[in-house]
């Protein structure tokens, strides 16, 4: 009998889950982005020619681990607060992701944090003073002191108006406040 009922509660919890990831879809793309259509240096040509300032350390130790799609595809995006993932007023990005999955979203690829910045320059409209964080899989970086990080894209438009690619630290002990925007994967 216990059986019998911790079964049903698992399919009336995944009943829910289901529901609530196909509202997420129906009304929550942010944006969407054709990835594999362009090499890694036209899309950072791009972003310059749009003004966008490009780190050091996003050419140094992001570029090299960019992957471009062998096809074109479509990637819709979802534009989440870690508020609405898990209760709690600051999360570290790993237990971020893992809500994240649980939501049915996905990790993207940096191929996809490059479109997004790309996006982002092309809209002169773009409100100011916007600050998003690329859910990936973090890449071991190093700063201009020798401190070594892992980091994920960190697209934005700065208080003054410029677009900035970067990139923002997301390792086991950096904790990301409550507030903090994160953009996923819809999957397939």
């Known amino acids: 009998m216990h059986t019998k009922v911790k079964r049903e509660v698992q399919e009336m919890e995944r009943a829910h889950l289901e529901r609530e990831i196909a509202q997420i879809r129906r009304t929550s793309v942010w944006r969407s982005v054709e990835v594999g259509t362009y090499s ?103 700063d201009g002191e020798g401190k070594e990080s892992e980091s994920v894209l960190f697209p934005n438009r700065n208080e003054h108006g410029i677009f900035y690619l970067g990139v923002i630290e997301a390792g086991p002990r950096v904790v990301w406040g409550d507030n903090r925007r994160i953009i996923f994967e819809l999957p397939d």
């Not at 040509?45 to 003004?51: A, C």
């Not at 074109?72 to 999955?101: C, F, K, M, S």
């Not at 600050?131 to 990936?136: F, G, T, V």
Request: hydrophobic share 40%.
């Open 40 to 142: 890694v240096t036209e899309l950072i040509s791009q972003l310059e020619r749009l003004g966008c300032v490009v780190t050091g350390r996003v050419r140094t130790f992001i570029l090299p681990h960019v992957r471009i799609e062998t096809k074109p595809r479509i990637v819709q995006l979802v534009d989440v607060r870690t508020q609405d993932l898990e209760a709690g007023a600051n999360l570290r990005p790993l237990r971020v992701y893992q809500a994240a999955r649980r939501w049915g979203l996905r990790l993207s690829t940096p191929e996809v944090g490059l479109h997004v910045m790309l996006r982002m320059c092309g809209e002169p409209e773009h409100k100011w003073d916007e600050w998003l964080r690329i859910a990936m899989n973090p890449i071991r970086t190093v």
